[in-house]
């Protein structure tokens, strides 16, 4: 349940309510009529993202929630209007950035306003002095990737959504790229960014995210998932591009193998661009399947650095001689190029997991001595449930730990055709092994954000540490009306 | 409904967004509903009865430019044009295209071509008069050339000339493949019938088509149309630069090079234009940045009747992609193109009048 509920006009009775007609008319008067969408044909794609319950909801021929209307906003001021306009009649807001997230946190499930921010896309300033870009928030990372490429300059933030997420989604919801090992993730890249308050006031984070001026506004909104403003500019780094870039793969005999190499090159603190390495299932269903190559059974694990060449010549060598200390197979350097070339391919259909199966990405991080049982604990866990199996890959690594990105696919045969059947199931893997994350030492997501998928786990996993979050939520949306029902708000 | 015919494909889009950064008129438009996976979903949710196939979904399937972008960008090989194209035939056979389009299928029929113009250049009909209308190698003007760029015809004769080639003409006059774009099978099949029954009796063993459209049209006759041609089809790019050329002058100038859509994405033709510009000794080539099959699409002249906005929205991104090469000339394959980068005053010329200007 929300915290508080909303008390909203009932703009779904429009055609039939003169009231909601002539709030329509304030939109339409606040980002021009042109950027107000009221058709069904409109809503549709905005009441769907990648989150795995609305996809089986429209396949099983069933109406998803529909916004009532969607806005285009194309300044802040646009933005801030609608909030204006929204508080005060307490309508539900949805941001909608790209609206690739998987966890169901851009759907907007009590109707309202969805704020799509695409038309927002402008690229600001490109700062070479302080390696910085300033960009309004619904870029799309990947035009975001192309405008400076061709100048030297790349994010470094190069995400499997690049093409289809924005700039803003990535920072509302803790986005993470491919290349976070060495670069991090979004939140490591935010340097500063404008919000819009549900009151419509427009507000600046400080300048720059290192000082002592008290706690740093920035992350009070990267990760927020919209449900305490809308984040309408962000300055983010900027990095030149390295003078080479290069990769290696092993196979080892196996995940723990694997993983242990994984931690000394950490340990060692050779601080590779990547290290992405697949458990034993997982190797031969996407590995094999993407590469179309044949290996022994074993964990594939491929790394990269990048930077001055005699340098990265040398963090190879030591990281190669790592691995060859317990891998089974060198695969080389042309293994780990092919593996970076098809990088975003996984995703594609048919090499990505779709319906009829069942699925959910339940990626979490944690300590290094945690991690390794936080898997085993959860593959059992699932792997209970009829049909089910479980497959991982850890793609995000740090001093401390590292980021498991753990699968479970249900065969289509388990699945059932009845939709609350079929939630009901999804439900209970998700409760069960996510419980079992949080009760050996994990946490309920790494990278994916939390949204409508997660929310009622929140109270779980912060215990009296979510009334700090609480509060926060109650002080700047005292009526719930930004993205309601997400973050278990 | 045809639609459903095209059902592995917006299967597998509906729910998929890789392709969206691509995409051109959702990148033009940065509209949700433009992006090939709204449009899946939508055609899903008609399959499903949770959208009506109204008036609404009919004009968003009618608001793409069919560059291909998507299906070339696709690691699937799944093909969005293949569902849109499918739903318009639909909305033909309900009524429901909006009422540009229908004005569009009246010109296309009255005229044969988008520009409403009955009478093609005189300078293009007194040349075309003069060549035989049988003959090895016919040539296919399309059309574009004949109504706005009749120097394009002038030039792929002289080269052709000059490389020994005495080619047929028929004078045709189709807009087939246009109604076939908007969704107008019957109508569409009753022009290339009659077209493809001129080519036959003109006994060529190799058609060359002049513009690019025409090269995948013709190509693949038997998969839009089921009808056959017997003749083997070719872009004019692609017939000379299998020939032997004369000695050409040299050129210093920069140049560059624009794929479009039909010749590039659709039929995958790539190598031989650039071979044809290299053949100038001294010539210097740059690609522009997106090039081949990546490079950003330019409005085909159907869209841009039907959607003028959106297809100057392409062409400026187009001219900025040129404009970053600071080549001097802009060289095209498609007359379209050349019509419309000169408009924007570019000095743009075609493949055939570059390769003219060095005889």
Same mark, same amino acid.
């Given at each position: 349940m929300p915290a508080h509920a909303v008390n909203k006009i009932?703009?779904?009775?429009l055609n039939h309510n003169y009231r909601g007609r002539m709030i329509i008319s304030e939109l339409e008067d606040a980002v021009g009529i042109q950027n107000v969408r009221l058709l069904d044909v409109d809503k549709l794609p905005h009441s769907?993202?990648?989150?795995?319950i609305p996809r089986m909801w429209v396949d099983r021929g069933k109406k998803p929630v529909y916004p009532d209307c969607v806005v285009y906003p194309e300044t802040t001021e646009q933005v801030s209007k609608v909030m204006r306009i929204a508080s005060h009649y307490r309508i539900p807001v949805t941001p909608w950035g790209g609206g690739s997230g998987s966890q169901g946190g851009a759907l907007p499930v009590e109707g309202g306003i969805v704020v799509d921010l695409k038309r927002m896309n402008k690229v600001l300033e490109l700062n070479t002095k302080a390696n910085t870009i300033t960009a309004q928030?619904?870029?799309?990372q990947q035009h975001l990737e192309w405008e400076i490429n061709d100048k030297g300059?790349?994010?470094?933030?190069?995400?499997?959504s690049i093409g289809c997420a924005t700039l803003g989604g990535y920072l509302a919801h803790r986005g993470t790229g491919v290349?976070?090992?060495?670069?991090?993730k979004i939140e490591d890249m935010i340097v500063s960014m404008e919000v819009v308050l549900p009151n419509g006031d427009i507000i600046n984070t400080l300048?720059?995210?290192?000082?002592?001026?008290?706690?740093d506004l920035n992350q009070f909104f990267v990760g927020a998932e919209g449900t305490l403003g809308i984040i309408t500019t962000a300055t983010v780094k900027v990095f030149e591009h390295p003078e080479c870039r290069m990769f290696n793969a092993f196979l080892f005999k196996n995940m723990h193998d694997s993983l242990e190499a994984g931690r000394l090159i950490m340990n060692a603190r050779l601080q590779p661009t990547v290290i992405r390495m697949y458990d034993e299932p997982e190797t031969i269903h996407q590995i094999e399947r993407v590469f179309g190559t044949k290996l022994e059974k074993g964990s594939f694990l491929v790394f990269g650095f990048d930077g001055e060449k005699e340098i990265v010549d040398y963090q190879m060598k030591k990281a190669v001689e790592i691995c060859e200390a317990t891998a089974?197979?060198?695969?080389g350097s042309k293994f780990g190029e092919q593996w970076w070339k098809n990088?975003?391919?996984?995703?594609f259909p048919p090499y990505c997991l779709d319906l009829p199966q069942a699925y959910g990405t339940m990626d979490t991080v944690a300590t290094y001595d945690k991690i390794e049982n936080i898997y085993w604990k959860m593959k059992t866990t699932c792997e209970q449930f009829p049909g089910t199996r479980f497959i991982a890959h850890f793609s995000h690594w740090y001093d401390w730990g590292c980021m498991m990105y753990d699968r479970f696919i249900v065969d289509p045969a388990f699945v059932p055709e009845d939709p609350d059947e079929a939630i009901r199931l999804y439900q209970q893997i998700w409760t069960e092994c996510i419980r079992v994350c949080l009760d050996n030492g994990?946490?309920?997501?790494? @990278? @994916?954000?939390?949204?409508?998928?997660l929310g009622y786990m929140m109270q779980e996993q912060y215990?009296?540490?979510f009334q700090v979050l609480s509060a926060l939520k109650k002080a700047l949306d005292p009526y719930n009306i930004m993205n309601p029902g997400k973050m278990g708000f | 409904m045809e639609l459903f015919n095209a059902k592995v494909h917006y299967d597998n889009c %509906?729910?998929?967004?890789? !392709?969206r950064q691509v995409c051109t008129v959702a990148t033009m438009?940065?509209?949700?509903?433009?992006?090939p996976r709204s449009r899946g979903m939508a055609a899903f949710a008609v399959e499903k009865g949770i959208?009506?196939?109204d008036e609404h979904v009919a004009q968003n399937m009618y608001e !793409?430019?069919?560059?291909k972008y998507c299906n070339s960008w696709c690691e699937g090989d799944y093909d969005p044009t293949e569902f849109i194209i499918a739903a318009r035939r639909d909305a033909v056979a309900q009524g429901l295209e909006p009422a540009v389009i229908r004005r569009l299928k009246d010109t296309l029929l009255n005229a044969?071509?988008?520009?409403? !113009?009955?009478e093609k250049d005189e300078e293009f009909t007194r040349l075309w008069s %003069?060549?035989?209308? %049988?003959?090895d190698i016919l040539l296919i003007a399309g059309s574009i050339i004949p109504y706005r760029a009749p120097k394009i015809a002038e030039a792929s004769l002289s080269v052709l000339r000059a490389c020994g080639v005495e080619p047929a003409a028929i004078d045709e006059t189709t807009g087939g493949f246009e109604l076939y774009c908007l969704g107008y099978a019957d109508e569409a099949r009753r022009a290339v019938e009659k077209l493809t029954a001129e080519i036959a009796a003109a006994g060529a063993k190799t058609i060359v088509t002049l513009d690019t459209q025409e090269r995948y049209f013709l190509s693949e006759l038997s998969k839009l149309f089921g009808l056959e041609l017997t003749a083997k089809v070719l872009h004019w790019s692609e017939y000379v630069s299998s020939l032997k050329l004369p000695q050409l002058k040299a050129k210093s100038e920069l140049v560059t090079y624009h794929d479009d859509s039909f010749l590039? %994405?659709? !039929?995958?033709?790539?190598d031989a234009p650039r071979a044809c510009i290299k053949a100038v000794p001294g010539c210097k080539y740059q690609d522009m940045l997106w090039f081949g099959e990546e490079a950003h699409a330019t409005p085909s002249a159907l869209f841009q009747f039907m959607y003028p906005n959106i297809a100057d929205q392409m062409l400026t991104r187009r001219a900025k992609d040129y404009f970053k090469t600071q080549a001097d000339t802009l060289i095209t394959g498609a007359a379209i193109d050349r019509v419309n980068m000169r408009d924007m005053g570019i000095k743009a010329v075609s493949i055939q009048e570059y390769l003219e200007s060095a005889l």
């Open positions: 009932n703009m779904a009775e769907v993202d990648y989150y795995w928030a619904g870029i799309i300059y790349s994010t470094m933030h190069l995400p499997a290349l976070s090992t060495k670069y991090g300048p720059v995210p290192r000082n002592a001026a008290g706690p089974i197979q060198n695969l990088k975003y391919k996984f995703y994990g946490v309920i997501n790494e @990278h @994916h954000g939390v949204g409508l998928k215990g009296p540490a | %509906r729910f998929c967004w890789m !392709c438009t940065s509209d949700e509903s433009h992006s959208l009506p196939f !793409c430019c069919l560059c044969g071509n988008v520009f409403d !113009c009955t %003069r060549l035989p209308s %049988r003959g590039a %994405r659709y !039929c995958g033709v790539t």
